[in-house]
């Protein structure tokens, strides 16, 4: 299996809080450690993905503008998963989120996704 796996996403109220996780298959397991991962999200399937949060190696973190200071990306190494918590959420965060090396590994290694729904 090439594919990370997310898990974690739901319906909320607008305001809520979510956390995603994302484990890497053991296939990349070698490389999971010195490899930037990013969580993206796609709103629709006919537009592209959007990139939303950004951790290197090292812990270093970025964010698109539109979650700053409500979303954080962190790591656990040991465990080969990347968190993405989520706070004040809003309906236009509704989206499947993936997350991915930054960049990408590959088609192969996009999983199916975890839906978030944000209800106002």
């Known amino acids: 299996q090439r594919q990370l796996v997310e898990s974690g996403g739901g319906l909320v109220q607008a305001g809520g809080s979510l956390r995603l996780s994302c484990a890497a298959p053991r296939t990349i397991s070698s490389v999971f450690n010195p490899k930037t991962m990013s969580w993206y999200r796609q709103t629709t399937p006919e537009k592209e993905r959007e990139l939303v949060a950004?951790?290197?190696?090292?812990?270093?973190?970025t964010y698109a503008d539109s979650v700053k200071g409500r979303f954080t990306i962190s790591r656990d190494n040991s465990r080969k998963t990347v968190y993405l918590q989520m706070r004040s959420l809003k309906s236009e965060d509704t989206a499947v989120y993936y997350c991915n090396g930054n960049p990408p590994w590959g088609e192969d290694y996009w999983g199916q996704g975890t839906q978030v729904i944000v209800s106002s």
């Open positions: 950004t951790i290197t190696p090292t812990g270093s973190t």
